[in-house]
């Protein structure tokens, strides 16, 4: 989808594992899902009564014109990871960056008792970096600016802990940065007993939205007919869809003819009746100028069809137009741009340079890369959470290559090598007695918090799918033939059912143009024909040209020749510079001997001009190795195993810590 005006529209124009073919709808975001499945309690039925047992919530009945509160809330996994304390600690440095206080004043966090400093904050991460989840909110009062935000924010905070029955850890910041003022929360995700708190979906969804609300009210007084009107009349002329349209849909969709009356002369009892008709009239004229509404007779209205879709996609165009402005500067601010949302395919590679990254909400539900393309186009690219190859978040400047991938089912892996040690067939008990045996002997790891039932009823419903599908074969009772070409048969399928196609990023270079330019060793820019691919119109191709040639006048006034400036050379010039510092601290460099392994424990990634090293330090010294693409970032800490292969050598990881050699499996 290209877009060459954002602002001013044609409004003419989780789990690792997944047993089904079915298409998943397009907003899903699996990773969420399945985090919130397990950080949130079983469905609450809606009572006006206090909860009974722990973990639920009180949902209060909504009584007249209460103050509105917009509250949206996020589970985030942390599994123990040093990832998760890293992206908490983002998450952290972001809600207090410049420009998001009042004039004058610097960003900070608050409890219920007191202001948190930067060292706090620190410790609270570290203590929270072994929990299984955390909770994110944003509560945001219509009248934010007439309250006292952080006053506020601690009323809510004590109602939530009564209606819990609960001691919360959180700490908050208020942001002033937006037209509507609004808090950030962040909850601990243990409760007061130190287990895991699971509040009720029900409470997520309707009690902390009316507790706020209850709140706002006390301190503002209920809102009265000039207040609703008021907060109507701005939905009038949105390039988005609102909840008047949802309320006119609603009615729409309740009346026999599927239209909806609003005459004029039509005596209504309440006032409030009265500005509903007259502000819903108003917002179907707007849309007729735009032919999104049409008056069937006088007084008779209907919406036209994909309104909806088209204003939801009007305002996605104005979101991304808003976000992309702040990073396009000289020449990028004249291509054109093109949108790639999640789940599109991508038909030909994109190589540039990544312009900036970031969240689309206030959550970081959705993330966006934009990339300088080498054909002269601006990319807005929304990445799924495995998209980065290696693992490593994306920064402003660095070189990448965008493409779609198809990933294999993990189950597929998993059926397809069972069945290759045993003639291509997949008996299912035999699998299913296997898995039992290897999950006691310690040989098959689970994944987190799933039952063996639960794992091997995937299993089946995955087979019963490939069944399905025409895919595997019956030769007898839960016994199939599988075929050689297992995982092309069912990307061939899923491309059928226009499943979401994967978006992979793959990052050329770690270091920007102008870093590259004086580097000491091997970059993007030395390797053979790179100038070639860039356009010479393109903004990213001015920059490629720019560099090469300030590169090639560094050399030579460095006094580098053509022979020691190859690519080969000055590779090995910076590797062996790597390896003299790690002599230093660990050693001589250690190799794997043939049928021998060396044993290991990850110590750092070490970037370079040509990509990541892996440096473990061994019994007697250390091991390095350049990672590829398709290799895994193996944790800082972990134990492992480096044996010799024909291409090289392989390194498997054994244990999360080094300190602990548990007992040698493969998760699956």
């Known amino acids: 989808m290209k877009i060459k005006k954002p602002l001013e529209p044609n409004l003419h124009e989780a789990t690792d594992f997944r047993p089904r073919l079915g298409r998943y709808g397009k907003d899903t975001d699996l990773p969420t899902l399945a985090a919130i499945k397990k950080a949130i309690g079983p469905k609450t039925k809606r009572s006006n009564s206090k909860i009974s047992s722990k973990g639920g919530g009180r949902i209060r009945p909504q009584r007249g014109f209460h103050q509105r509160v917009v509250v949206k809330a996020r589970v985030v996994k942390m599994n123990s990871s040093s990832n998760a304390k890293k992206n908490l600690r983002a998450h952290v440095q972001y809600l207090v960056r410049s420009g998001v206080s009042k004039v004058g004043e610097k960003p900070s966090f608050f409890t219920a008792e007191d202001n948190l400093q930067k060292k706090d904050i620190n410790e609270q991460i570290m203590k929270w970096g072994d929990d299984r989840h955390h909770f994110r909110f944003i509560i945001s009062p219509e009248k934010g600016r007439d309250l006292d935000l952080e006053e506020y924010t601690k009323s809510v905070m004590k109602g939530f802990e009564r209606d819990l029955d609960e001691k919360l850890t959180w700490f908050a910041t208020c942001h002033y940065n937006t037209d509507e003022p609004h808090i950030h929360v962040v909850v601990r995700g243990v409760g007061k007993d130190g287990n895991p708190l699971t509040i009720a979906k029900d409470y997520i969804r309707h009690g902390l939205r009316e507790l706020a609300q209850k709140e706002a009210t006390k301190s503002l007084g209920e809102r009265n007919e000039l207040d609703l009107k008021k907060e109507l009349t701005r939905d009038v002329t949105a390039l988005k869809w609102t909840s ?31 500005i509903y008709r007259e502000v819903k009239l108003q917002r179907l004229q707007f849309l007729k100028k735009h032919d999104l509404s049409f008056e069937v007779t006088p007084g008779v209205w209907k919406l036209s069809k994909g309104v909806k879709e088209i204003l939801q996609s009007v305002a996605k165009l104005n979101n991304v137009n808003k976000l992309v402005s702040k990073h396009l500067q000289g020449r990028e601010a004249l291509s054109t741009l093109v949108v790639h949302e999640k789940g599109d395919q991508i038909p030909e590679p994109i190589r540039g340079e990544v312009l900036g990254v970031g969240n689309q909400d206030a959550l970081g539900l959705k993330k966006y890369i934009l990339v300088s ?48 040690q045993r003639g291509g067939v997949f008996d299912e008990k035999e699998f299913q007695d296997h898995v039992q045996i290897s999950v006691r002997k310690g040989s098959w790891k689970l994944p987190e918090d799933v039952i063996i039932e639960n794992y091997l009823e995937r299993y089946s419903t995955r087979v019963s ?93 460095s006094r580098i020749s053509e022979i020691d400036r190859s690519y080969k050379t000055l590779e090995a010039l910076d590797q062996n510079r790597l390896k003299e510092k790690l002599k230093k601290s660990y050693g001589p460099e250690d190799f794997p001997e043939y049928a021998k392994k060396l044993e290991g424990v990850v110590k750092k990634h070490k970037i370079l001009g040509t990509g990541i090293y892996e440096v473990i330090k061994t019994n007697t010294g250390f091991f390095v190795r350049k990672l590829k693409p398709k290799d895994s970032r193996l944790p800082i800490g972990s134990f492992v195993e480096v044996e010799q292969t024909r291409g090289g050598s392989r390194v498997r990881q054994i244990s999360k810590d080094g300190n602990t050699r548990k007992a040698k499996g493969k998760s699956r």
């Open 244 to 274: 008047l349209d949802s309320s006119i849909e609603r009615e729409i969709s309740q009346s026999a003819n599927s239209s909806i009356r609003l005459f004029k002369d039509l005596k209504l009892k309440s006032e409030v009746s009265k």
């Open 373 to 420: 393309g080498m054909d002269g186009k601006n990319h807005f690219i929304e990445p799924s959470k495995f998209s980065v190859k290696l693992g490593i978040p994306l920064k402003e400047g660095q070189l990448v290559k965008v493409y779609n991938e198809h990933k294999p089912h993990l189950a597929d892996l998993v059926i397809k090598t069972f069945s290759d």
């Open 465 to 557: 799918s490939l069944e399905d599908n025409g895919i595997l074969k019956a030769i007898g009772s839960r016994r199939f033939n599988v075929p050689s070409d297992l995982h092309g048969q069912v990307e061939s399928l899923d491309k059928k059912l226009e499943k979401s196609a994967h978006v992979t990023i793959e990052v050329e270079s770690y270091l920007t143009l102008r870093q590259q330019v004086k580097y000491q060793g091997a970059t993007w820019l030395d390797y053979p024909d790179q100038i070639r691919e860039a356009s010479n119109l393109s903004a990213f191709g001015i920059k490629v040209q720019n560099a090469t040639q300030e590169r090639a006048e560094h050399f030579k006034q």
